[in-house]
């Protein structure tokens, strides 16, 4: 990534709108919030998102929380049913993160979500926070503002000693108040599940909800949380999933990367010219096309070119690699 200036931004009025100015372009601005910084980009556009992952080197794309202005504004993205308006009303604005079920013509990016149908939702309660999303007027995808593996930032100079050169600017709102990352709790099946424990005591959240299961118990018989990142569900297409095609039978739809393999019932490019940010941007909606065209055109499966490991290609062939796993363990 070429270097460049990062900005940091005072958070008063004119910094906030630059800010947001910024976020609306497609550009990253990490900005505070009670928990920790967030590295913010905006969620409905795909490019942006992929330019989170890039910056923090993720290496695979872990559903992202979308950050909202209010609880109305979030529920005109996804289904909110009457738990979750219990509880939105009890702990938002705060540090509490809702998985719930997309609407049909919620416009957040597929790469946000990693392609699931779920959205996970959050209304930080945070002055300034609340005034740069409103002033972005679109959901904001933050996941913490530092280097995957490092830990997470809780001040502007934080963010800066990891970001610095990767992202547009930094809004300095101080330090956190809660220092710890949002409860992330999942509301998307009949029973509630706490995924990750945070700002929100998972004790008040069963005052206020009844019984929620947070996690099961290991060999060992310490209680342990479901560990974020690997034991959400991910997107798997109906088909099956062969990756590393070097050839492709003609019963077989194709995943391109680069120029394409002859053949095959129907093909989706991922990246023309081999990049893997622009392969990111539409994986998701790839696979998924894919999967409705194969089986209209009878394919059998779908086949998948190979995309190198460099810049966002670990994520992408983490991502191949789960879509091609067996089923159903
Ligand atoms: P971070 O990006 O570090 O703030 O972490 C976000 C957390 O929310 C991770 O633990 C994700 O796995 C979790 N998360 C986000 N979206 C979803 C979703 N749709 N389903 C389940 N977990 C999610
Ligand atoms: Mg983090």
Known sequence: MAARMTEILRADLAGVMQAAAQLRAGALVAFGTETVYGLGGDATNAKAVAAIFDAKGRPRFNPLICHYPSAERAFQHVVADPRALRVAAAFWPGPLTLVLQRRPNCPVALLTGAGLDTLAVRVPRHAVATALLQAADRPIAAPSANRSGQVSPTSAQHVMDGLAGRIAAVLDSGSCEVGVESSVLDLSGTMPVLL????????????????????????TGQPAFRSPGLMVSHYAPNLPVRLNAESIADNEALLAFGPPLPGGRCVFQLSGSGDTVEAAVRLFEGLRWLDAEGKRVGAAGIAVMPVPL????????????????????
């Open 310 to 329: 460099s810049g966002l290609g670990l994520a992408i062939n983490d991502r191949l690699g789960r879509a091609a796993a067996p089923r159903g363990g």
């Open 196 to 219: 990750r424990p945070g700002g929100v005591a998972a004790e008040a959240l069963e005052a206020c909800l009844g019984p929620i299961e947070r996690g099961t118990p290991h060999a």
